[in-house]
């Protein structure tokens, strides 16, 4: 760590491990350090913000005000998704494509070593800065995470420091979306078509396209609003000739491709690991690859389902609602592709699968009770109720974070060479399976009955689902330790698990990332390997069948 | 790093190339993120599908009343921000013939102790009916000032072409008051 790298004249060092000490983490370049950087960090936001919606369900437990008052209780919810959104699923998301693109396509790295580096650790300082905003006057920003205008516009000494963490987030995702896509269409081994590629490639490849066609917008809008605040413009100032529904366009033009962005890695993750323990390769492998695009086209003209009530023309109406319908087509044909796949497999039911098999469950109650809210007349029922929170943190939290979750048992004896314990992976997922449906089913029917969100008190008919969701969350918070401590014993060796696991770690899994040693070395691939057929053909099944 | 060094020249220099194309892309759509204002202002108004009024006098020419057709015009005002001006309609509302001119006025006091320019931004719902609102006179053309106190009676003089669609039997037409001391008399 002592001595200075000169970027060029290192020849040999990638023969040796990594540096020593905390400089390794901080000047690294690797994909697989910074990759386990990006991990670490998700998962501490992912503390954070669980922290803050436990101040939020305990709250909610009883109607009236026991804990918090109002104004704390709408930092909490703001910060909650912020947090979330932002620092623990987006990051969550690059820290596997990080670690993992380059294993699946038979590179050493990533495109842009360097950019990489940097992109990582903008982040600790935007979430500094963000929840920094906790201990100001006036406190964290409190207005809703969509930073509606013109109450976001109130916010005390919080408001330019949320602004430019959303432009240090931004920034940070766009290099590591352009590091990504770059990669994987510069970097593949040979032999390895485009639709030879696996699906976890895929969607990533799909996303940071997203990402960089999306994030910028944010950047504007969030921009917008910054001038409108301090610099006398009037994007989205009435008063001076702007108008606050605006912002709500340019944010949804954002916003719901954002959502996909949190979904399509993990489609592709569960994408692998069923193949994996139903011993089939993949039904449909061409359609799954089909069916993201268009969910990434469609994605683009949906937005105004999240404004239906805000006085749009009918035409406008119907147009939404049936392009928003239209999105379940392809979302379909991945869900029945995965039960295909499952059809008639030999199946197994270790952890990872079993956080897959839930997520294609429980994804799909999220996507059913999204049909529901395309609907614009119902719509203007549900809408800003408890009921778009189910829906939400349906496709959330039993989908993207399921989906990471499944993907860190799945590789981490790869990534460390220590198989986690079975046992308590097993006891993980049924107590996370239960009470995350404790938590957010009853949210439906509290929602149907006309509980709105984001307030900290309610109608008293509303206090059984409250409570059931309330002990629901904090089971499910609790729950996580078995997780965390799980995977911890996996990386530093405690409770005396040893190394020795074979290269392929699941017998029935494929691709080029089980063809190296457990735990991968610090460097792998630095010769392009040779795509062989037969890891070809197990993971795109229409070459099974020429084959 | 070491990846970096292991790459060939010329997978190294497509990948650089791509990159810069990428953040071309990016700034590109940073861009369009400020262009939407402006297509989303032309589109509203190519349709009139905002509930937004044009904040200048319309020419009213006179056009032939229809005696038969009666449609209720209510007046609805707000203060923007919580502000405890006196704000109202001398009248919550009245019943019109499309294609004849109307006055209404409207009374408002600045009830605070320092002088203040006001802007009134109208809406009207539904909003099929704001093209067919026309305005030859009203308050909301022009930042208005009061001094500490001062009460004003203001005008709108206004019609409804008889184009107005046939299922409209009500149109609202609301004004919110804004305080725009700080940023007065710029143009917007
Ligand atoms: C079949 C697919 C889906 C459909 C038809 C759908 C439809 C909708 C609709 C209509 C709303 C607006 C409800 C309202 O505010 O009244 C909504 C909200 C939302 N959806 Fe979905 N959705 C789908 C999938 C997803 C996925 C995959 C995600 C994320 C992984 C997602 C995340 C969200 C979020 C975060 C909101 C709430 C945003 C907010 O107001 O804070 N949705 N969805
Ligand atoms: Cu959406």
Redesign the interface.
Known sequence: MAHA?D??A??D??HHGPDKGIMRWIKT???KDLGTLYLFFAFTMFFIGGLMSLVIRAELFHPGLQFVQPEFFNQMTTMHALVMIFGGVMPGFVGLANWMV?MMIG?????????NNWGFWILPFAFAMLIGTLFMDGGAPAGGWTMYPPLVLQTGNAFPFLIFAVHLMGISS?TGA??V???I???RAPGMTLLKMPLFVWTWLITAYLL??????????VT?LLTDKYF?T??FT????G?P??FQ??FW?FGHPEVYIMILPAFGIVSTIIPTFARKSLFGYDSMVYASASIAFLSFIVWAHHMFTV???LA?ELFFMFATMLIAVPTGVKVFNWVATMWKGSMTFETPMLFSIAFVFLFTIGGFSGLMLAMTPVDFQYHDTYFVVAHFHYVLVPGAVFSIIAAVYYWIPKWTGRMYNEFWGKVHFWLSAVFINLTFFPQHFAGLAGMQRRVPDYAVQFTDFNVISTIGAFGFFVAQFIFIFNMLSSCFGWFGRKQGLPDRVWEGAHGLEWTVASPAPY?TF?DPPQFSDSEGTAIHDEAVAKA | MSGREQQQPSVRRASNMHAVRLLFVTAAMFGFGFALVPMYNMLCDALGINGKIELKAADAAPVDVDPNRTVTVEFVTTVNGGRNWEFHPDQPSIEVHPGKLYTVTFFARNTEDHDLVAQAVPNIAPWEAAKHLKKTECFCFNQQPFKAGEAKDMPVVFMLDPELPPDVDRVTLSYTFFDVSDIAMKPN
């Open positions: 790298h970027a060029h290192h020849h060092d990638h370049t690797n994909h380059p590179c050493s790295d990533l495109a842009l070593p360097r950019v766009i352009i590091n896509v770059v990669t269409l510069n970097m960089i066609a999306v994030m910028p917008v944010l950047a504007g809008a917008m006398g009037s994007f009435a008063a001076g000739g108008d529904v605006m366009h340019i033009f006085g749009m023309p406008g460097h630095e």
